[in-house]
């Protein structure tokens, strides 16, 4: 299955030829223009990896990535800025941001993170199952369980 990935920028300039370079790569890719737009999409849509730049109008990438994140705490988010300040970059960490990349950031690069994001989701998503089926069988009702 395609890894979901979710574009966010408010260049559409870059939005488009990044989405481009992503689904020559095989990816299932989504563009938003904004934060208000991106969280519309991840309460309709499930993501694996969200691509978030930092600076834009309205909803800026922090608060997005916070809400996106009380949203649906699995989607792995790579920041994405060509303003990086060490502060923005640690507050994006301290929210669950997966990694920060710097704008221009090489294809490849941005690959690698996006396949690193999504084996993370992948795993944690996993882990949860196991739980789930672990407290099924433990479960003093469970059918499977001794009487």
Do not use: W
């Not at 309205?58 to 916070?66: A, K, M, S, V, Y």
């Amino acid at each position: 299955m395609k890894i979901r990935v979710l574009l966010v920028d408010d260049e559409q300039q870059f939005l488009d030829q990044l989405a481009e370079r992503l689904k020559i790569r095989e990816y299932d890719v989504s563009t938003c223009l904004s934060g208000e737009e991106a969280l519309e999409k991840v309460r309709k849509y499930n993501f694996d990896v969200c691509i978030l730049d930092v600076a834009m109008p309205g909803l800026d990438g922090i608060e997005t990535l916070r809400e996106i994140k009380r949203l649906k705490p699995l989607i792995e988010v790579i920041m994405l800025t060509g303003h990086a300040t060490v502060e923005s970059a640690i507050e994006g960490m301290k929210l669950g941001a997966f990694d920060y990349l710097l704008k221009p950031t090489q294809t490849d690069d941005l690959v690698i993170k996006v396949e690193t994001a999504n084996k993370r989701k992948a795993e944690q998503e996993e882990r949860i199952r196991q739980a789930k089926v672990k407290e099924i069988v433990l479960s003093p009702r469970s059918v499977l369980s001794k009487e």
